[in-house]
């Protein structure tokens, strides 16, 4: 089995997809005028603004939502295993990948605001939405639809569970050895899962909106508590960081593991991370309230940033300044290029990053990376349930046979306990399987959008030029000939109609029915 999973990985995760993510950020970057520089104030600006209303969620909460699943796992065991099998110089890679994929995330959110709909008294949006009604091809929604059922309901939520179980291990041992049908199992990992699991079939039960406010209080307090004790570390051996900065950029290219390892795994723990281009962004960007499609975009492309460029350096600066870390490359496990700790750390866990915190903080440190892994994983896993959700929504609407909500939130329980008591590399690569799968038909999805219609950079035009001129900002698809947004011309036509425009009652007016794409 494992063999068989490692085959369609290295399959779906060949040069070929890397260098797609790469081109599809540059392609982005340069039709947007590199939007996610010039617009950085912007973004910031947005971050605060919007209205929830009874349908919708505020721009913030809806970052906090997707920042939820960018923020996670991959943001502390992901670096970790991004050094440990590329060598610094895949930090440098994802970096890139960070920079490049922000004007990736707003394409693909503006895309999933743009061509939203409303149904069951609530925003609904994504790749599988914007697939069929820009391009036409409800074969392609449908496939996508499935793949991000797959990847969010059953490949991604293990990854999460198994690092929070790796931390609670590497923090209170295993405790009583108990035996299952997956092998002997700690008892401590099984309590963290017991307390997963309750907290998780409570607020999933909730929908939307709990998971929002959920989010919004978890997510911002975890992130900057983390970067916190990153930048005491940094603080404390600041005469190391001009060394580690210049490690990071001279072995992106010279790399001791190789060039292939250190840009295919920052490419790909940058991914995995930041999701830009994953479309699982545009899910959470859909449900949020605001004026023009491409507010959410810029608010979405700012994510990118919070994610890899804050939260991710924390934890590379951490390990590579205390030089907790092995880099095995591709060589046989076992075998290192660099070895600074034990042979027997685990290089796919927040191994190297506890050990980074318990060099300068005691047993405090590892104790707070598990409580921040615990977290971060539970909200991305929430995450993963909102998107496993709409897309079983969007296939509901169309199949006779229904896949029932009821069954997606039981099998995301089931593969979160088995995901925590499998090893962790056969948890990481499925994962990575599902990732590849939305990447690849998410990514080729939107390059042929821009070249049929390319309405993402339609609606960047307009609101820049909205913005220019000081007035109010609205937002007419069919002035700017966006064809099939039905959601937005709707609303138009309410807020014309109004006698005081005022957009609370046009959104809170409109009908609750899904609409179809014309």
Same mark, same amino acid.
């Given at each position: 089995?494992?063999?068989?999973?490692?085959?369609?990985?290295?399959?779906?995760?060949?040069?070929?997809?890397?260098? /797609?993510?790469?081109?599809?950020?540059?392609?982005?970057?340069?039709?947007?005028?590199?939007?996610?520089?010039?617009?950085?104030?912007?973004?910031?600006?947005?971050?605060?603004?919007?209205?929830?209303?009874?349908?919708?969620?505020?721009?913030?909460?809806?970052?906090?939502?997707?920042?939820?699943?960018?923020?996670?796992?991959?943001?502390?065991?992901?670096?970790?295993?991004?050094?440990?099998?590329?060598?610094?110089?895949?930090?440098?890679?994802?970096?890139?990948?960070?920079? /490049?994929?922000?004007?990736?995330?707003?394409?693909?959110?503006?895309?999933?605001?743009?061509?939203?709909?409303?149904?069951?008294?609530?925003?609904?949006?994504?790749?599988?939405?914007?697939?069929?009604?820009?391009?036409?091809?409800?074969?392609?929604?449908?496939?996508?639809?499935?793949?991000?059922?797959?990847?969010?309901?059953?490949?991604?939520?293990?990854?999460?569970?198994?690092?929070?179980?790796?931390?609670?291990?590497?923090?209170?041992?295993?405790?009583?050895?108990?035996?299952?049908?997956?092998?002997?199992?700690?008892?401590?990992?099984?309590?963290?899962?017991?307390?997963?699991?309750?907290?998780?079939?409570?607020?999933?039960?909730?929908?939307?909106?709990?998971?929002?406010?959920?989010?919004?209080?978890?997510?911002?307090?975890?992130?900057?508590?983390?970067?916190?004790?990153?930048?005491?570390?940094?603080?404390?051996?600041?005469?190391?960081?001009?060394?580690?900065?210049?490690?990071?950029?001279?072995?992106?290219?010279?790399?001791?593991?190789?060039?292939?390892?250190?840009?295919?795994?920052?490419?790909?723990?940058?991914?995995?991370?930041?999701?830009?281009?994953?479309?699982?962004?545009?899910?959470?960007?859909?449900?949020?309230?605001?004026?023009?499609?491409?507010?959410?975009?810029?608010?979405?492309?700012?994510?990118?940033?919070?994610?890899?460029?804050?939260?991710?350096?924390?934890?590379?600066?951490?390990?590579?300044?205390?030089?907790?870390?092995?880099?095995?490359?591709? %060589?046989?496990?076992?075998?290192?290029?660099?070895?600074?700790?034990?042979?027997?750390?685990?290089?796919?866990?927040?191994?190297?990053?506890?050990?980074?915190?318990?060099?300068?903080?005691?047993?405090?440190?590892?104790?707070?990376?598990?409580?921040? /892994?615990?977290?971060?994983?539970?909200?991305?896993? %929430?995450?993963?349930?909102?998107?496993?959700?709409?897309?079983?929504?969007?296939?509901?609407?169309?199949?006779?046979?229904?896949?029932?909500?009821?069954?997606?939130?039981?099998?995301?329980?089931?593969?979160?306990?088995?995901?925590?008591?499998?090893?962790?590399?056969?948890?990481?690569?499925?994962?990575?399987?599902?990732?590849? /799968?939305?990447?690849?038909?998410?990514?080729?999805?939107?390059?042929?959008?821009?070249?049929?219609?390319?309405?993402?950079?339609?609606?960047?035009?307009?609101?820049?030029?909205?913005? =220019?001129?000081?007035?109010?900002?609205?937002?007419?698809?069919?002035? %700017?000939?966006?064809?099939?947004?039905?959601?937005?011309?709707?609303?138009?036509?309410?807020?014309?109609?109004?006698?005081?425009?005022?957009?609370? =009652?046009?959104?809170?007016?409109?009908?609750?029915?899904?609409?179809?794409?014309?």
């Amino acid at each position: 089995m494992e063999g068989l999973v490692t085959s369609l990985n290295n399959i779906i995760w060949s040069s070929a997809l890397v260098f /797609l993510c790469l081109g599809a950020g540059l392609f982005y970057s340069v039709l947007t005028r590199f939007a996610q520089l010039r617009h950085f104030r912007e973004m910031c600006r947005l971050l605060f603004q919007g209205n929830e209303s009874e349908q919708g969620i505020s721009s913030f909460q809806a970052l906090a939502v997707s920042l939820s699943g960018r923020v996670g796992v991959g943001n502390i065991a992901g670096v970790a295993a991004a050094i440990g099998f590329g060598g610094p110089g895949a930090v440098f890679w994802m970096w890139v990948v960070a920079f /490049l994929g922000a004007s990736t995330a707003y394409a693909e959110s503006t895309l999933g605001q743009l061509y939203k709909v409303e149904e069951d008294g609530q925003y609904r949006g994504g790749p599988a939405y914007y697939f069929e009604r820009c391009l036409g091809q409800r074969w392609l929604a449908v496939l996508f639809a499935l793949a991000a059922i797959v990847a969010c309901g059953m490949f991604l939520p293990g990854v999460q569970a198994n690092a929070v179980g790796n931390a609670v291990a590497q923090v209170f041992g295993e405790g009583t050895m108990v035996v299952t049908e997956f092998g002997e199992v700690g008892s401590n990992k099984l309590v963290a899962l017991a307390i997963i699991l309750m907290i998780l079939a409570f607020i999933i039960f909730g929908g939307i909106k709990r998971i929002a406010h959920f989010t919004q209080i978890v997510v911002p307090f975890m992130a900057i508590g983390y970067i916190i004790m990153a930048l005491i570390i940094i603080f404390l051996n600041l005469s190391q960081l001009p060394s580690v900065i210049g490690m990071i950029f001279s072995d992106a290219f010279t790399a001791q593991a190789g060039f292939g390892a250190a840009i295919g795994w920052g490419v790909r723990r940058g991914i995995y991370s930041n999701e830009a281009g994953q479309g699982t962004g545009p899910h959470a960007a859909s449900a949020a309230e605001v004026d023009h499609p491409a507010q959410q975009g810029l608010v979405q492309a700012f994510s990118v940033y919070v994610d890899t460029l804050f939260v991710c350096s924390a934890t590379a600066f951490m390990i590579l300044i205390t030089q907790q870390y092995n880099i095995q490359g591709t %060589l046989e496990v076992g075998q290192f290029l660099v070895q600074n700790v034990d042979a027997g750390t685990e290089i796919n866990s927040a191994a190297f990053t506890q050990l980074a915190l318990f060099s300068v903080f005691g047993n405090f440190g590892p104790i707070f990376v598990g409580v921040s /892994l615990f977290f971060f994983a539970f909200t991305t896993i %929430l995450a993963y349930y909102y998107i496993a959700e709409t897309n079983t929504a969007y296939l509901n609407r169309y199949f006779k046979a229904r896949i029932p909500l009821a069954a997606v939130k039981f099998m995301i329980m089931f593969m979160v306990a088995y995901g925590m008591v499998n090893n962790a590399g056969f948890i990481w690569t499925i994962g990575d399987i599902g990732v590849g /799968l939305m990447a690849w038909i998410n990514i080729v999805g939107i390059l042929a959008i821009y070249f049929v219609a390319g309405p993402a950079i339609t609606c960047l035009k307009d609101y820049e030029a909205q913005l =220019k001129s000081g007035q109010p900002i609205t937002f007419d698809p069919r002035k %700017l000939g966006i064809k099939n947004a039905t959601f937005w011309e709707r609303r138009h036509d309410k807020a014309n109609a109004s006698p005081d425009n005022s957009p609370s =009652k046009e959104t809170t007016s409109s009908r609750t029915e899904p609409d179809q794409p014309r």
